[in-house]
C-alpha cells in the first residue's frame, strides 16, 4: 500500500580561488570575545575543490570518517571547475547530516563559539580575476575584530571581520553547519530547523531524521511539524507503536487541525484496528480544511481494508 502522508511542510556556481556594509552584530551578543576550534580537521583543497574540502573537513569534525575525495563525486563539476550550493546541502544530507542556514554574522559567531564550523561561500577578487570560494569559519577574535578560516591551502588564515563580511556579502551571507541529527545548531530557528530535517526525510534517511525530530521536539515541545516528521519517520522505520505516540501527541498539540488525524488513522489502520481507524480520520474529515480531499482518500482506503 502507498501510505498517503501529508508531510511537514537559481543555481550557482563556487569554483574556489587558492588563496558593502557589514551584516552587522547586535549590541548585545552573548558569545566570548574570542574563540577558536582546535578540533576541526584541515584538508588543504586541490584545484578548484574548495567545495569537497570545505564539506570533508565539517563533516569529518561532526564524527564522520570522509576526504574530500569521497565527496568529489558528489558536489564537483569538472565541467564547471566549482561545487554548487544545492550539491553541498544534498552531499551532507546523504551522510546523515542537518544542513542548517547561518545567515549572519551574529549567528556566525553563536555558532563558532558553540564550537560548530561553519562552512562559507566567498566572492574573492584580485586584479586579475573574481572567483567564488568555499572556505570554513574556526574562529574569531572580536577585539581584534578578525575571523579565522581554513581556507584553501592555508590552515588558520586570519582575516579581518570587514573584509571578511565584504566577502561574505555577494551571495546574501550564505553559510552552513552540518550537525550530527543530536545536536541542535547555536542559532537553531524551529521553522528552519525542522525544514533542514525534512531535507533527511527526501533522502530516506530515517533513523537520523528521527533523531532529528527528537532533538527539535526537546526544545519545541508542541511544535506540530516536529511530531508529524517524528511519526513519519518512526512509521518508515517500522515502528507503528512509537509512530502512534507521536501523531497521538501531534493531535493534542494542534488538536483544530486534520493532518494528525490522518496520519494517525494510517497508523491504525496499519495496527488493524479498523474501527479506531475510522473514528480518528471522521475526525479530520469533520475538521476540514485544504486537505479535505487527501481525508476522503484515507477514509476510503480503511474502509476497503475494513470490507476485505
Not at 50 to 75: F, H, I, R
Not at 240 to 246: K, M, P, R, S, T
Amino acid at each position: 500500500m502507498g501510505v498517503r502522508w501529508i508531510l511537514a511542510a537559481g543555481l550557482w556556481l563556487a569554483g574556489c580561488a587558492t588563496s558593502p556594509p557589514p551584516s552587522g552584530l547586535p549590541d548585545s551578543l552573548d558569545v566570548s570575545s574570542r574563540h577558536e576550534l582546535t578540533e576541526v580537521p584541515f584538508f588543504p583543497q586541490r584545484d578548484y575543490q574548495c567545495g569537497p574540502a570545505s564539506l570533508a573537513m565539517t563533516l569529518a569534525w561532526s564524527g564522520l570518517k570522509v576526504t574530500p575525495e569521497d565527496l568529489k563525486p558528489q558536489v564537483y563539476s569538472a565541467k564547471r571547475e566549482g561545487s554548487l550550493p544545492p550539491d553541498m546541502i544534498a552531499a551532507a544530507r546523504r551522510r546523515g547530516r542537518i544542513a542548517y542556514p547561518v545567515t549572519s554574522t551574529a549567528d556566525l559567531l553563536r555558532e563558532v563559539a558553540a564550537g560548530h564550523p561553519v562552512i562559507v561561500l566567498q566572492r574573492l577578487e584580485s586584479f586579475w580575476q573574481t572567483q567564488w570560494h568555499y572556505a570554513v569559519v574556526i574562529g574569531y577574535d572580536l577585539e581584534r575584530r578578525e575571523i579565522v578560516l581554513h581556507s584553501g591551502a592555508e590552515e588558520r588564515l586570519a582575516m579581518a571581520l570587514d573584509a571578511f563580511e565584504q566577502t561574505w556579502k555577494p551571495w546574501g551571507y550564505w553559510g552552513l553547519v552540518t550537525m550530527d541529527p543530536r545536536r541542535l545548531p547555536a542559532s537553531a530557528e524551529p521553522k528552519k530547523y525542522v525544514k533542514a530535517v525534512l531535507g533527511l526525510e527526501r533522502t530516506q534517511r530515517w533513523q537520523e531524521a528521527e533523531q532529528a525530530y527528537s532533538s527539535a521536539l526537546a526544545r519545541w515541545p508542541h511544535h506540530l511539524t516536529a511530531w508529524i516528521g517524528l511519526g513519519n519517520s518512526r512509521y518508515a522505520l517500522g515502528n507503528l507503536a512509537g509512530a502512534e505516540q507521536a501523531f497521538r501527541s501531534a493531535v493534542r498539540a494542534k488538536p483544530d487541525s486534520g493532518i494528525p488525524y490522518n496520519n494517525l488513522a494510517h497508523v491504525l489502520m496499519e495496527m488493524n484496528r479498523t474501527e479506531e481507524a475510522l473514528a480518528v480520520i471522521r475526525q479530520a474529515i469533520r475538521l476540514g480544511g485544504p486537505q479535505i480531499s487527501v481525508y476522503k482518500k484515507t477514509l476510503a482506503e480503511i474502509q476497503r481494508r475494513r470490507n476485505s
